[in-house]
C-alpha cells in the first residue's frame, strides 16, 4: 500500500475540482439510497412528507451520504448495507438543518424559502425530530451495536456542537481554537461518522477506520470554514442563504475573529458593537466586510481550509491509489476551491 503524501493540487488538466468523479462513482448506490429516503420520509400525516420533501429535494450536495457510499468503494465492500446507512446520514444531517434554520430564524435554506418559513417553527422542529427517529430505524435495522454507537455519537456531538455554538454567539471574546472546536462538532462530526461506517460494514482493520474517519473530519472542517469564508465573499444567489446571515446573528466565525485580532483599535470597536447586536444594518454588513477583505480574512480562512483538505487527502494514503480514492481527494479539494 501506498503511504505517500497526496498532494493536494489541481487536477491534470488544470479544471478546477469539482464532485463530478465522485458523483460518478457513488451514482448507482446513490439511487438506492435515495430510494430509501424517499420510503422513509414517507407518512399518513400529509404533512410530514411535505415538509421534509421542500429541504430534501431542494438541491443539496448530498455529500454526507456519498462519503459513506464512496468510503465504501475505496475499501472494496461488495454488499448494500451502506445504502440505508447513507440514507440516515442524510436523515440526521436533514434535521439538524431543519432545527438551525428555527434556531437562527432563517428565511433562506439553498436558494428556496426555508421550511420554517413555509411551515412554521413547531411543524419544522417536529418533522426534524421525525427524521431523527427515522434515521434511528435505519441504524437499529443494520443491527450493527458499533454503526449504532458511532452514528448515535456523532448525533451527540452534533447537538452539543450547536449548543456551544449558541453559547458562543455574541461573544467577541471568542478564540480560534473555540471556533474550531465548535465546527468540528457541529459539522465535521458527521462527515467523519459517515466516512468511518463504511470500514466498518467492511470489516476493515483499525487502521483503515481510523484513516477513513480523519479523511471525514478534516473535510468536514473544511468544508465548515469555506462556508464561513462565503458569508463575507459571495452573494445570495450564489449562496442559497440571504448573505451576511452570520454578522446578523452575530456568529464568531473565523473572518470575523481574524478581523478582529487584526484591526485596529477603532475597528476593534466597530466589530464589538457589531456582534453585540448595535450594528446590525446593510451599511454596518458593507463595513464588516471591507474591513475583512482589508486584512485579507477570507483568504487566510480559505488557507486554513486548505490545511484541514490535505490533512483529509493525507489521510487516505494507506489506501492504494483508485478512482475511489482519487475521487475522494478531489472532492476535498473542490470543498476549498468552491463558491458556494
Not at 428556496?112 to 430505524?137: W, Y
Not at 481554537?177 to 466516512?195: N, P, Q, V
Request: proline letters at 3%; aromatic letters at 6%.
Amino acid at each position: 500500500m501506498s503511504a505517500d503524501i497526496i498532494p493536494l493540487m489541481r487536477r491534470q488538466d488544470d479544471a478546477p475540482p469539482t464532485l463530478d468523479p465522485m458523483l460518478q462513482i457513488t451514482a448507482a448506490g446513490m439511487n438506492s439510497v435515495n430510494t430509501v429516503i424517499l420510503d422513509r420520509m414517507q407518512s399518513e400525516i400529509p404533512l410530514i412528507p411535505r415538509l421534509a420533501g421542500h429541504l430534501i429535494s431542494g438541491g443539496g450536495k448530498r455529500l454526507r451520504p456519498m462519503l459513506t457510499l464512496a468510503g465504501a468503494e475505496l475499501v472494496g465492500y461488495q454488499g448494500n448495507r451502506h445504502h440505508k446507512l447513507a440514507a440516515a446520514v442524510e436523515f440526521i444531517h436533514t434535521a439538524t438543518l431543519l432545527h438551525d434554520d428555527v434556531v437562527d430564524g432563517s428565511e433562506l435554506r439553498r436558494g428556496k424559502a426555508a421550511a420554517n418559513i413555509i411551515f412554521g417553527n413547531p411543524a419544522t422542529v417536529l418533522v426534524g425530530d421525525f427524521l431523527f427517529s427515522r434515521a434511528f430505524e435505519l441504524m437499529t435495522e443494520d443491527g450493527s451495536l458499533r454503526v449504532l454507537k458511532i452514528l448515535s455519537s456523532a448525533s451527540a456531538i452534533i447537538a452539543e456542537g450547536e449548543v456551544a455554538q449558541l453559547s458562543a454567539q455574541r461573544k467577541i471574546e471568542t478564540s480560534e481554537e473555540r471556533y474550531l472546536d465548535i465546527i468540528g462538532a457541529k459539522t465535521a462530526a458527521l462527515f467523519a461518522a459517515a466516512s468511518r461506517i463504511s470500514a466498518v460494514v467492511a470489516e476493515c482493520d483499525d487502521s483503515q477506520e481510523r484513516a477513513l474517519d480523519d479523511y471525514g473530519r478534516n473535510l468536514g472542517v473544511a468544508f465548515q470554514l469555506v462556508d464561513d469564508a462565503i458569508d463575507y465573499d459571495s452573494d445570495t444567489a450564489e449562496m442559497g442563504k440571504d448573505r451576511g446571515d452570520d454578522f446578523r446573528e452575530g456568529k464568531m466565525t473565523l473572518p470575523v475573529i481574524l478581523a478582529f485580532a487584526r484591526g485596529t483599535a477603532e475597528e476593534r470597536e466597530f466589530w464589538k458593537a457589531a456582534i453585540s447586536g448595535h450594528r446590525s444594518s446593510d451599511e454596518d454588513l458593507d463595513h464588516a466586510i471591507r474591513l475583512i477583505a482589508k486584512h485579507d480574512c477570507v483568504e487566510a480562512t480559505r488557507e486554513r481550509a486548505r490545511h484541514f483538505a490535505q490533512r483529509a487527502a493525507d489521510a487516505l494514503s494507506i489506501f492504494p491509489d483508485s478512482k475511489a480514492r482519487s475521487a475522494m481527494v478531489e472532492a476535498a479539494q473542490f470543498a476549498v476551491a468552491r463558491g458556494y
